[in-house]
């Protein structure tokens, strides 16, 4: 490890035993560094060094590759590909959009036919009239 690198590490927290015990993990510098900078801390290192430690890794040609089995399948679900049809949801949701439009074709027509205005408007008319009344 550089001295840089220590220098990096000690500035996001780290200790100097534990930039020591991070250097003898086998883990490289520039992964722990840009794990500090992404607000990892010392102790969150170590545990994904233990997890990484402690996790066996089976490739194929090693012995116990063999030994894994994969999800069984499970009894009468042959045939059953899971899908949907997606052609029945779609014309489904096409009817209920053509029939909420006409509803709302319905409300708009409704609605403008509405008085909006509260009292009924006068004309000059009957407002001259109405002048007149109360004067005598």
Avoid: W
């Amino acid at each position: 490890m550089k001295i840089a690198e220590m220098i990096k590490l000690g500035a996001k927290g780290f200790k100097p035993s534990d930039i020591r015990e991070l250097s003898g993990s086998g883990m490289s510098t520039d992964d722990v560094i840009k794990l500090a900078e992404n607000g990892y801390s010392v102790a969150d290192v170590k545990e994904l060094i233990n997890l990484a430690g402690s996790e066996e890794t089976v490739q194929p040609g090693n012995k116990g590759a063999d030994d894994l089995q994969g999800p069984a399948d499970p009894p009468g679900n042959a045939g059953d590909t899971g899908q949907e049809d997606y052609k029945e949801k779609f014309m489904a949701q096409e009817a209920e959009l053509v029939k909420m439009r006409k509803s709302l074709e319905a409300l708009q027509q409704e609605n403008s036919r509405r008085n909006l205005g509260g009292a009924e408007q006068k004309t000059s008319r009957e407002n001259v009239q109405e002048i007149l009344r109360q004067l005598y």
